[in-house]
T-cell receptor, first 118, second 111 residues
């Protein structure tokens, strides 16, 4: 398996522009998570999906952030309009969930997208 | 609210020495996860601990879980430079698939 795939790996944009981050989870995983990591705030969970349905978006900072999962193999995180304080590394992770007999709730992380908003 | 605390947050040690990283959490959970992150890289799963008394070992790293004390330890034996990284523990938030992560312990192993 190729693991969790994210694109782009790096994104530099100007304040006010729309940014779209993409994620392909591991095939067969039912859960998909979006995280943000910064030096100041550490690793924060933004939102997660179960079977393509958003379950908890309480970590989404504000209305400028939105996430979708149109099918089991694809998710997007969109920021519109972007601001300099959104600069961070955004990780996507997937898991089989707590019910899996072997991996339980172990989450597998993608390589991340490093976002810089100027 | 589930809280996960790691200590120390920064650890500088010499090659060949032993040390332990501690992970405390605030509410009952039977599952604990350890991850490693190299600078500029993603998080890599190290250990999954699923029950009280669970112990797992991989090379120079050994992780254990005491659910009654709400404590996990990551013990490093005879450290080598390649172990330099940030180590995170994470705990299931009961009733959901969310993981709550500690702030991480940045380990630097000096020659």
């Amino acid at each position: 398996d190729a693991g969790v795939i994210q694109s782009p790996r790096h994104e530099v944009t100007e304040m006010g522009q729309e940014v779209t981050l993409r994620c392909k989870p591991i095939s067969g995983h039912d859960y998909l998570f979006w995280y943000r990591q910064t030096m100041m705030r550490g690793l924060e969970l933004l939102i997660y999906f179960n079977n393509n349905v958003p379950i908890d978006d309480s970590g989404m900072p504000e209305d400028r952030f939105s996430a979708k999962m149109p099918n089991a193999s694809f998710s997007t995180l969109k920021i519109q309009p972007s601001e300099p304080r959104d600069s961070a590394v955004y990780f996507c992770a997937s898991s089989s969930g707590v019910g899996h007999a072997i991996t339980y709730n172990e989450q597998f992380f993608g390589p991340g997208t490093r976002l810089t908003v100027l | 609210e589930l809280k996960v605390e790691q200590n120390p947050l920064f650890l500088s040690m010499q090659e060949g020495k032993n040390y332990t990283i501690y992970c405390n959490y605030s509410t009952t959970s039977d599952r604990l996860y350890w991850y490693r992150q190299d600078p500029g890289k993603s998080l890599e799963s190290l250990f999954v601990l699923l029950s009280n008394g669970a112990v797992k070992q991989e090379g120079r790293l050994m992780a254990s879980l005491d659910t009654k004390a709400r404590l996990s330890t990551l013990h490093i034996t005879a450290a080598v430079h390649d172990l330099s990284a940030t180590y995170f523990c994470a705990v299931d938030k009961g009733g959901s698939e969310k993981l709550v992560f500690g702030k991480g312990t940045k380990l630097t192993v000096n020659p």
